[in-house]
Nanobody, 126 residues
Framework: QVRLVESGGGVVQAGDSLRLSCVAA????????MAWFRQGPGKEREFVGA????????GYADSVKGRFSISRDNSKNTVYLQMNRLKVADTAVYYC???????????????????WGQGTQVTVSS
Protein backbone atom coordinates (compact mmCIF):
# COMPACT_ATOMS: atom_id res chain seq x y z
CA GLN A 1 0.00 0.00 0.00
CA VAL A 2 1.40 3.35 -1.08
CA ARG A 3 1.83 5.87 1.69
CA LEU A 4 2.99 9.48 1.38
CA VAL A 5 3.55 11.56 4.50
CA GLU A 6 4.32 15.26 4.35
CA SER A 7 5.85 17.30 7.15
CA GLY A 8 7.52 20.63 7.76
CA GLY A 9 4.63 23.03 7.44
CA GLY A 10 4.05 25.86 9.86
CA VAL A 11 3.34 29.53 10.36
CA VAL A 12 5.97 31.93 9.09
CA GLN A 13 6.27 35.55 8.10
CA ALA A 14 6.54 36.83 4.57
CA GLY A 15 10.11 36.54 3.36
CA ASP A 16 10.89 33.52 5.52
CA SER A 17 11.82 30.04 4.36
CA LEU A 18 10.47 26.56 5.02
CA ARG A 19 11.43 23.11 3.88
CA LEU A 20 8.77 20.50 3.41
CA SER A 21 9.47 16.79 3.29
CA CYS A 22 7.48 13.91 1.88
CA VAL A 23 8.41 10.39 2.87
CA ALA A 24 7.14 7.61 0.64
CA ALA A 25 6.55 3.96 1.38
CA UNK A 26 4.90 0.97 -0.21
CA UNK A 27 6.41 1.13 -3.68
CA UNK A 28 9.75 1.58 -5.44
CA UNK A 29 10.32 5.26 -4.72
CA UNK A 30 13.19 5.68 -7.17
CA UNK A 31 10.99 4.39 -9.98
CA UNK A 32 8.65 7.38 -10.16
CA UNK A 33 8.54 11.11 -10.52
CA MET A 34 7.21 13.01 -7.52
CA ALA A 35 5.10 16.14 -7.59
CA TRP A 36 4.10 18.88 -5.19
CA PHE A 37 0.70 20.53 -5.29
CA ARG A 38 -0.96 23.09 -3.07
CA GLN A 39 -4.48 24.18 -2.29
CA GLY A 40 -5.11 27.61 -0.87
CA PRO A 41 -8.30 28.63 0.93
CA GLY A 42 -11.18 28.67 -1.50
CA LYS A 43 -8.95 27.68 -4.39
CA GLU A 44 -8.48 24.63 -6.52
CA ARG A 45 -5.50 22.37 -6.03
CA GLU A 46 -2.64 23.60 -8.19
CA PHE A 47 0.67 22.25 -9.42
CA VAL A 48 3.77 23.59 -7.67
CA GLY A 49 6.52 21.50 -9.19
CA ALA A 50 7.84 18.03 -9.82
CA UNK A 51 11.02 16.02 -10.07
CA UNK A 52 11.69 12.96 -12.17
CA UNK A 53 12.92 9.64 -10.82
CA UNK A 54 16.58 10.63 -11.08
CA UNK A 55 16.32 14.07 -9.57
CA UNK A 56 17.97 15.55 -12.64
CA UNK A 57 14.87 16.96 -14.29
CA UNK A 58 12.74 19.38 -12.31
CA GLY A 59 9.91 21.67 -13.28
CA TYR A 60 8.10 24.47 -11.47
CA ALA A 61 4.97 26.52 -11.75
CA ASP A 62 5.66 30.08 -12.84
CA SER A 63 4.33 31.37 -9.53
CA VAL A 64 7.14 29.71 -7.56
CA LYS A 65 9.98 29.62 -10.06
CA GLY A 66 13.11 31.16 -8.62
CA ARG A 67 11.84 30.90 -5.04
CA PHE A 68 11.08 27.20 -4.56
CA SER A 69 13.32 24.24 -5.25
CA ILE A 70 12.60 20.53 -5.30
CA SER A 71 15.04 17.76 -4.57
CA ARG A 72 14.88 14.10 -3.71
CA ASP A 73 16.96 11.57 -1.82
CA ASN A 74 16.22 8.13 -3.19
CA SER A 75 18.18 6.50 -0.39
CA LYS A 76 15.70 8.00 2.09
CA ASN A 77 12.56 7.66 -0.02
CA THR A 78 12.07 11.38 0.49
CA VAL A 79 11.30 14.36 -1.70
CA TYR A 80 11.80 17.91 -0.48
CA LEU A 81 10.29 21.28 -1.26
CA GLN A 82 12.51 24.17 -0.22
CA MET A 83 10.47 27.36 -0.13
CA ASN A 84 12.29 30.67 0.07
CA ARG A 85 11.05 34.27 0.08
CA LEU A 86 7.60 33.10 1.03
CA LYS A 87 4.64 35.30 0.23
CA VAL A 88 1.20 35.56 1.79
CA ALA A 89 -0.13 34.12 -1.48
CA ASP A 90 1.82 30.91 -0.78
CA THR A 91 -0.50 30.12 2.12
CA ALA A 92 -1.98 26.70 1.38
CA VAL A 93 -2.05 23.06 2.26
CA TYR A 94 0.86 21.43 0.44
CA TYR A 95 0.61 17.89 -0.88
CA CYS A 96 3.04 15.48 -2.45
CA UNK A 97 1.71 13.17 -5.10
CA UNK A 98 2.75 10.20 -7.14
CA UNK A 99 1.36 8.18 -10.02
CA UNK A 100 2.92 5.05 -11.51
CA UNK A 101 2.66 6.48 -15.04
CA UNK A 102 5.14 9.29 -14.30
CA UNK A 103 8.77 8.21 -14.45
CA UNK A 104 10.71 10.70 -16.57
CA UNK A 105 8.02 13.34 -16.79
CA UNK A 106 5.03 14.51 -14.82
CA UNK A 107 1.54 15.81 -15.10
CA UNK A 108 0.33 19.18 -13.92
CA UNK A 109 -3.24 18.24 -13.16
CA UNK A 110 -4.33 16.68 -9.85
CA UNK A 111 -6.42 14.18 -11.78
CA UNK A 112 -3.25 12.68 -13.21
CA UNK A 113 -2.12 11.43 -9.82
CA UNK A 114 -3.27 8.33 -8.00
CA UNK A 115 -1.53 8.66 -4.66
CA TRP A 116 -1.56 11.63 -2.28
CA GLY A 117 -0.30 12.52 1.13
CA GLN A 118 -2.50 14.04 3.82
CA GLY A 119 -1.01 17.49 3.29
CA THR A 120 0.83 19.94 5.51
CA GLN A 121 -0.39 23.45 6.21
CA VAL A 122 1.80 26.42 5.35
CA THR A 123 0.62 29.80 6.57
CA VAL A 124 2.48 32.94 5.62
CA SER A 125 1.60 36.11 7.52
CA SER A 126 2.37 39.65 6.44
Amino acid sequence: QVRLVESGGGVVQAGDSLRLSCVAAGYSFKGNSMAWFRQGPGKEREFVGAVDWSGNNIGYADSVKGRFSISRDNSKNTVYLQMNRLKVADTAVYYCARDPQWITGWGKSPGQYQDWGQGTQVTVSS
